[in-house]
């Protein structure tokens, strides 16, 4: 009875947090999304599943689709990025490895908007990077670097590619050194050593960083406002026009839903993975 | 036209002022009577006009700020305009908030000042007398462009289907109205038309306008003019003047199809407690000085007659468009409150924003 109560202490903030900013606000999104819009916003409360016929739209759809295509490409390369990078910091000395973390980090120091800004800075047409290049004679027109898909690409990588080294980093520490040693006992060359031991034992790390720059990258919104130049919209956008220019809040509601549901899915995928993983370790 | 991006991340900054705004007017209850609170844009008057107006009122007041129309729109009307005494919002939703019964009648007895504003400035078609809404800085919306890169544009067209060599130097206005807008002066319909046809023309011109676009921009497209990335933009008569300042080079026109003429105001609201003192500080921002300060700090015309005269001719001459005479804004339209209209606008709008 004494362990229950303890047990009921110790998890009540936390559901109690769950409650009131999940739980609530979800419930809220989907009443809303149910409900036709006020002339002014708000909400005009009768019955509709229009918005949901609306959000069917393939207009709607390709701009899910094209979101999802631009996080899983940030997600990819992110990964490429930061596999090697925690690796190499696993790799080194003992001492050196927090200050390689601090560094990993270090952007975070500043605000994230500005760090967009300063991609901005780098790429327009009489940016750093076409300034830099015609000053070597490499180009003679400036290259369209900026306001386009690979800008939003690059802004989103450089953002959330710290979160996967340490992800990654976290996964490889985690590691066994002993199944290494035993790996090249047996004869084993590095890159099967590599492939066969070490990277299915960092697949979970590999996934929760994933999930993790997927998840923040197609509901972000800030970057391709800025770095896309708005002509390149992604679901984050159109919801937060819904709410904040278009007033139709249901329809944004509506949107946010189908997010929300495509979020889950993939949590519950790398909840899955990680689980397998789990067992895997403990047979 | 005082609107924005970039303050959206200074929307959350304002949340928290009104939401303390909103909480010390609550508690302070009767204690505090004498107080008030204003919404307005950040930096959209004399950081020191609140202090000047207290030494000389005795009246307390607060600032709130907001980024956006629509968000401090969406906070008033889902709080019946509680805890806000006055507020600066751009004309059609200063209809809106009227229209709502938010906005509370302007008693002109209590006043005065609102003799310094020009004959033209209180017969707009908004709000014909000023009964609810008070102006406070107009203009016009046009092409701002690189004089010594292209030659001066004369039609809306010229920025919709720019010629080859302008392609990709050219950016819009994202904000609703004015980006509708372009298409229906170009098309030569009313800017405020919500029909069917109307709608549709402006989407499929819109979008066909998208392709040849560097971007969409409403915060830093005289940047990109004074950078060289942009050649030709669609601007308010105000921001341009703000690339103007940084390169002489730099452009204001009206194309021949005309403008829209845009009015920001000032809105006491219904919910206060203390119309007596807002209808104090409206006569205070009506005076002489806050008029100057918004025409040589902002680069806005101010419908404030007794501002306009008092201004540094080198003003005029540096920004030709600071010079033009109410008579010649007031003969173009303004953007009014679409009402049931709006909601066939935004989804024609959202399917803009959202092609490929």
Same mark, same amino acid.
């Given at each position: 009875?004494?362990?229950?109560?303890?047990?009921?202490?110790?998890? *009540?903030?936390?559901?109690?947090? +769950? %409650?009131?900013?999940? &739980?609530?606000?979800c419930? $809220?999104i989907?009443? !809303?999304?149910?409900?036709?819009?006020?002339?002014?916003?708000?909400?005009?409360?009768?019955?509709?599943?229009?918005?949901?016929?609306?959000a069917?739209?393939?207009l709607f759809l390709g701009i899910f689709l094209q979101s999802a295509k631009i996080a899983g490409l940030a997600t990819l390369i992110a990964i490429?990025?930061?596999?090697?990078?925690?690796?190499?910091?696993?790799?080194?000395?003992?001492?050196?490895?927090?200050?390689?973390?601090?560094?990993?980090?270090?952007?975070?120091?500043?605000?994230y908007?500005?760090?967009t800004?300063?991609?901005?800075?780098?790429?327009?047409?009489? *940016?750093?990077?076409?300034?830099? +290049? %015609?000053?070597?004679? &490499?180009?003679?027109?400036? $290259?369209?670097?900026? !306001?386009?898909t690979f800008a939003v690409v690059v802004g989103l990588v450089y953002n959330y590619t710290?979160f996967v080294?340490?992800?990654?980093?976290?996964?490889?520490?985690?590691?066994?050194?002993?199944?290494?040693?035993?790996?090249?006992?047996?004869?084993?060359?590095?890159?099967?050593?590599?492939?066969?031991?070490?990277?299915?034992?960092?697949?979970?790390?590999?996934a929760a960083g994933g999930v993790f720059v997927f998840v923040l990258s197609i509901g972000n919104f800030i970057t391709p406002d800025l770095l896309g130049?708005?002509?390149l919209q992604m679901v984050g956008n159109l919801i937060y026009d819904q709410f904040?220019?278009?007033?139709?809040?249901?329809?944004g509601a509506t949107l946010s839903m189908f997010l929300i549901a495509l979020m889950m899915i993939l949590l519950f995928a790398q909840?899955?993975?990680?689980?397998?993983?789990?067992?895997?370790?403990?047979? | 036209?005082?609107?924005?991006?970039?303050?959206?991340?200074?929307?959350?900054?304002?949340?928290?002022?009104?939401?303390?705004?909103?909480?010390?007017?609550?508690?302070?209850?009767?204690?505090?009577?004498?107080?008030?609170?204003?919404?307005?844009?950040?930096?959209?008057?004399?950081?020191?006009?609140?202090?000047?107006?207290?030494?000389?009122?005795?009246?307390?007041?607060?600032?709130?700020?907001?980024?956006?129309?629509?968000?401090?729109?969406?906070?008033?009307?889902?709080?019946?305009?509680?805890?806000?005494?006055?507020?600066?919002?751009?004309?059609?939703?200063?209809?809106?908030?009227?229209?709502?019964?938010?906005?509370?009648?302007?008693?002109?007895?209590?006043?005065?000042?609102?003799?310094?504003?020009?004959?033209?400035?209180?017969?707009?078609?908004?709000?014909?007398?000023?009964?609810?809404?008070?102006?406070?800085?107009?203009?016009?919306?046009?092409?701002?462009?690189?004089?010594?890169?292209?030659?001066?544009?004369?039609?809306?067209?010229?920025?919709?289907?720019?010629?080859?060599?302008?392609?990709?130097?050219?950016?819009?206005?994202?904000?609703?109205?004015?980006?509708?807008?372009?298409?229906?002066?170009?098309?030569?319909?009313?800017?405020?038309?919500?029909?069917?046809?109307?709608?549709?023309?402006?989407?499929?011109?819109?979008?066909?306008?998208?392709?040849?676009?560097?971007?969409?921009?409403?915060?830093?497209?005289?940047?990109?003019?004074?950078?060289?990335?942009?050649?030709?933009?669609?601007?308010?008569?105000?921001?341009?003047?703000?690339?103007?300042?940084?390169?002489?080079?730099?452009?204001?026109?009206?194309?021949?199809?005309?403008?829209?003429?845009?009015?920001?105001?000032?809105?006491?609201?219904?919910?206060?407690?203390?119309?007596?003192?807002?209808?104090?500080?409206?006569?205070?921002?009506?005076?002489?000085?806050?008029?100057?300060?918004?025409?040589?700090?902002?680069?806005?015309?101010?419908?404030?007659?007794?501002?306009?005269?008092?201004?540094?001719?080198?003003?005029?001459?540096?920004?030709?468009?600071?010079?033009?005479?109410?008579?010649?804004?007031?003969?173009?339209?303004?953007?009014?409150?679409?009402?049931?209209?709006?909601?066939?606008?935004?989804?024609?709008?959202?399917?803009?924003m959202a092609?490929q």
């Amino acid at each position: 009875m004494k362990q229950r109560l303890k047990t009921a202490i110790l998890l *009540g903030p936390g559901l109690g947090w +769950l %409650a009131l900013l999940m &739980v609530v606000p979800c419930a $809220l999104i989907f009443t !809303y999304s149910v409900f036709e819009r006020g002339v002014y916003g708000g909400i005009d409360y009768t019955f509709t599943l229009e918005n949901f016929r609306r959000a069917a739209d393939p207009l709607f759809l390709g701009i899910f689709l094209q979101s999802a295509k631009i996080a899983g490409l940030a997600t990819l390369i992110a990964i490429l990025i930061a596999y090697p990078a925690a690796f190499a910091i696993t790799r080194a000395p003992r001492r050196w490895q927090t200050a390689l973390l601090i560094l990993v980090i270090l952007p975070f120091w500043s605000n994230y908007l500005i760090r967009t800004y300063a991609w901005i800075v780098m790429l327009n047409r009489e *940016g750093l990077i076409n300034n830099g +290049l %015609a000053a070597i004679g &490499v180009i003679e027109e400036p $290259l369209p670097l900026l !306001y386009n898909t690979f800008a939003v690409v690059v802004g989103l990588v450089y953002n959330y590619t710290p979160f996967v080294v340490l992800a990654i980093y976290a996964s490889l520490n985690r590691i066994n050194r002993e199944t290494i040693e035993a790996s090249e006992d047996l004869g084993a060359p590095g890159w099967v050593t590599f492939r066969r031991v070490i990277v299915p034992q960092t697949v979970p790390g590999i996934a929760a960083g994933g999930v993790f720059v997927f998840v923040l990258s197609i509901g972000n919104f800030i970057t391709p406002d800025l770095l896309g130049g708005g002509r390149l919209q992604m679901v984050g956008n159109l919801i937060y026009d819904q709410f904040l220019s278009a007033r139709d809040w249901p329809f944004g509601a509506t949107l946010s839903m189908f997010l929300i549901a495509l979020m889950m899915i993939l949590l519950f995928a790398q909840a899955m993975v990680a689980r397998r993983a789990a067992r895997e370790a403990a047979r | 036209m005082k609107t924005g991006k970039v303050t959206r991340m200074g929307s959350a900054v304002a949340r928290v002022s009104a939401v303390a705004a909103v909480s010390v007017v609550a508690m302070s209850g009767a204690a505090l009577a004498d107080k008030i609170v204003i919404s307005n844009w950040d930096g959209y008057m004399p950081a020191d006009l609140l202090e000047k107006f207290t030494a000389e009122t005795g009246i307390e007041a607060e600032l709130a700020l907001h980024g956006t129309n629509e968000e401090i729109m969406g906070k008033v009307v889902a709080g019946g305009g509680e805890g806000y005494d006055v507020l600066f919002v751009s004309s059609p939703f200063a209809e809106a908030l009227n229209n709502l019964g938010l906005a509370a009648p302007i008693d002109h007895a209590k006043v005065p000042n609102m003799a310094n504003l020009y004959d033209e400035a209180m017969q707009l078609s908004h709000d014909p007398g000023n009964t609810y809404s008070v102006p406070y800085a107009w203009g016009t919306t046009g092409l701002c462009y690189r004089s010594d890169m292209m030659d001066e544009p004369t039609s809306w067209n010229d920025l919709l289907s720019p010629s080859d060599d302008l392609k990709g130097k050219v950016t819009m206005l994202s904000t609703d109205r004015w980006l509708m807008g372009a298409a229906a002066l170009a098309l030569g319909k009313s800017l405020n038309d919500t029909s069917d046809e109307t709608l549709a023309e402006a989407r499929d011109m819109l979008i066909a306008a998208k392709q040849n676009l560097l971007s969409y921009d409403d915060t830093t497209f005289y940047q990109k003019l004074v950078s060289g990335e942009a050649t030709l933009v669609q601007a308010w008569d105000g921001w341009c003047n703000y690339g103007i300042a940084e390169n002489a080079d730099i452009k204001y026109v009206i194309p021949e199809e005309g403008t829209d003429l845009w009015v920001d105001t000032i809105v006491v609201t219904s919910a206060s407690e203390n119309a007596d003192a807002a209808h104090a500080f409206v006569d205070y921002v009506l005076g002489q000085e806050t008029g100057v300060w918004v025409a040589s700090n902002i680069l806005y015309k101010t419908p404030n007659q007794k501002a306009m005269e008092a201004l540094d001719a080198s003003l005029l001459e540096g920004f030709p468009n600071m010079a033009m005479q109410p008579a010649d804004m007031t003969r173009y339209e303004q953007l009014r409150d679409l009402g049931e209209g709006q909601k066939a606008f935004a989804r024609t709008v959202t399917e803009i924003m959202a092609a490929q």
